[in-house]
């Protein structure tokens, strides 16, 4: 099929056309007239993922924030939040609303109504690449979807809140009854400990060693080698002394047979030996009180070295008990740190309960809107006149196939083949033809004029 072809059919059904667009034209406008307009009134929230939680300090993991989220989301639009919008609002008290939406046998019946009602007409979502989150209320008037999407703001704050208080306090509860028999694994692990230590009569301390070892730990470290030899060991100035003090002897004597007692010379020799003499007997007064700090260390090495051998065979015998202590005290650690570890857990989860943190900051409050969010006049009678269009040159061509006529020369080439065309009668012209048929008649002359 030409394009002339086609502008051929659209001439001849131009009447089709027009009345599938009048008749969309019409559709749109009572729309417009007869369904009530609805506004959509918007609160904002910001989700506090990054912000740390004021008790545990912890924030958010990136793979969890996806999920968060949409449990958000799913929780604005529970029946929890709504039922509490409908309280709030006073709408389960109000008669004709109960009498609007009553269930029969269901004294309830009217409130969960009301809350699906407000549950449909109410969207949240995430505002593309932030952590900021829309809720949108559809009402019938704009105070209407304002004051409901106000009401689902605070709703749904209360809600979070009140979800993790819940939440923290379960987990609590738990986390005390772990606690309980932890504390009780803890009180028999230590008499176990208790009893064993009373048994064998071994102690253990605080940094896991028995009294026995540190008492060998301390032996150890005061022991000393093998004892000395207490043999007397005179000095080398001693015995310089002790020479020079026989010398001096010496010449005293042979002075004494040929110079006086009062000779000048044997005067200094005699002074000299009082001072050898004195040096001498102090020299041996200190070799002697080496030599009995010498003993005394060699006995006393002797007897430390006795106990050191006792206390090593005592810990040696005592090892196996010292093995068994040592896993009764790791069993004891283990259980007091679990109790530790759930006393904590649940300090801390006590703490959450106690918290008025949602994890939301409120953004913006609800405005009631000046126009309506449906019906859009511009666009619904736009979007009616490209529909009544599509329609109308549906049908026209669905006419056309079911009923084909010859209205060109290539209608007719397309049927007749194998003939020649002679010749072709075109109608009078006509004064009053549209400016529009007489641009359609002369493109179909020319095409005519060319296949002849």
Do not use: C
């Amino acid at each position: 099929m030409s394009l002339t072809q086609f502008f051929a059919i659209l001439l001849a059904r131009r009447w089709m056309i027009i009345s599938a667009m009048l008749a969309s034209l019409v559709g749109a406008f009572l729309v417009i007239l007869l369904v009530p307009p609805r506004y959509t009134a918007d609160t904002r929230v910001v989700l506090d993922v990054i912000k740390p939680d004021p008790v545990t300090g912890q924030t958010m993991s990136p793979q969890f924030t996806r999920a968060y989220t949409q449990t958000q989301i799913q929780l604005i639009q529970d029946s929890r939040v709504a039922g509490a919008v409908v309280d709030e609002l006073g709408w389960s008290r109000d008669p004709t609303m109960l009498a609007r939406y009553a269930v029969p046998g269901d004294p309830n019946g009217a409130r969960r109504a009301l809350a699906q009602t407000i549950i449909d007409r109410t969207n949240a979502k995430l505002l593309e690449g932030s952590n900021i989150m829309e809720i949108s209320y559809t009402g019938s008037s704009p105070d209407a979807a304002r004051t409901v999407a106000d009401a689902l703001r605070r709703a749904y704050i209360h809600a979070a809140v009140q979800t993790k208080r819940d939440s923290a306090a379960e987990s609590a509860d738990w986390y005390d009854a772990q606690a309980g028999k932890a504390r009780q694994l803890l009180n028999i692990a230590e008499d176990t400990k208790a009893q064993f230590e009373r048994q064998h009569g071994v102690i253990m301390t605080n940094d896991k060693t028995d009294i026995d070892s540190q008492r060998l730990a301390a032996l150890s470290a005061t022991s000393v080698g093998p004892a000395v030899s207490a043999a007397p060991v005179m000095p080398v100035g001693s015995l310089a002394a002790a020479t020079e003090l026989a010398t001096v002897d010496a010449q005293i004597a042979q002075a004494s047979r040929t110079l006086g007692a009062n000779n000048p010379m044997l005067v200094q020799l005699q002074q000299k030996r009082t001072v050898l003499a004195s040096q001498v007997a102090q020299e041996r007064a200190a070799s002697s009180a080496a030599v009995s700090a010498a003993r005394s260390a060699a006995n006393a090495a002797s007897a430390g070295t006795g106990a050191l051998q006792a206390q090593k065979t005592r810990v040696l015998a005592n090892s196996e008990n010292l093995a068994k202590l040592r896993q009764l005290q790791n069993d004891v650690d283990v259980r007091r740190d679990q109790y530790a570890k759930a006393t904590q857990a649940a300090a801390q989860l006590r703490a959450q309960s106690a918290t008025d943190d949602a994890g939301v900051t409120v953004l913006s409050d609800a405005v009631a809107p000046e126009s309506p969010s449906f019906p859009k006049i511009p666009l619904v009678v736009f979007g009616a006149l490209a529909l009544g269009l599509a329609l109308g040159l549906l049908s026209a061509l669905l006419t056309e196939l079911l009923n084909r006529r010859l209205r060109t020369v290539r209608d007719l080439q397309d049927v007749v083949t194998g003939a020649p065309l002679l010749a072709v009668i075109s109608p009078a012209a006509s004064n009053k033809r549209p400016w529009w048929k007489s641009i359609v008649a002369r493109r179909i002359k020319g095409e005519e004029a060319m296949a002849a």
